[in-house]
């Protein structure tokens, strides 16, 4: 294949990843313009009390974050606090807790959802916790 067709294989493909991009930004409602592009964003919530106390300390979570999200998700995130209620099944009573929020913007591979399991799974476990929220919504994304 000559340069001249390569070369218009290349837009050919790219235009045709720009329309699935505006095709999945159209199906979530959303109209992204500019350097804008329709990404999922990722985010999750982790409680932090350990039965009625804090059991996950600043440093643990570091930690966390240092050796099972971040490896997962290399390209960037944010971390924030935040306070997180939620009624107990005994005897319906509004429980408080700290919570680290995390937002991930994903990068579309089709792992995305797993790499997300293996954080939420690991969470659990190490820190003996019930759940994890996580929330995926579609948004307009530039960096």
Do not use: N
Request: hydrophobic residues 40%.
């Amino acid at each position: 294949m000559s340069m001249r067709g390569c070369a218009l294989c290349l837009l050919i493909l790219a235009g045709l990843a720009m329309s699935e991009a505006r095709a999945q930004a159209q199906e979530a409602g959303l109209v992204c313009t500019g350097k804008q592009r329709s990404r999922q964003v990722a985010e999750l919530l982790f409680g932090r009390d350990i039965g009625r106390k804090v059991g996950v300390s600043e440093s643990a979570f570091a930690r966390f974050l240092a050796r099972e999200i971040t490896p997962r998700f290399p390209d960037g995130l944010t971390v924030s606090d935040a306070r997180g209620q939620w009624r107990s099944g005994a005897g319906g009573a509004i429980v408080h807790e700290p919570t680290k929020r995390v937002e991930i913007v994903l990068s579309g591979t089709p792992d995305d959802q797993a790499r997300l399991d293996a954080v939420v799974k690991a969470y659990k476990r190490k820190f003996h916790q019930h759940s994890v929220t996580v929330i995926v919504r579609s948004a307009c994304v530039s960096f």
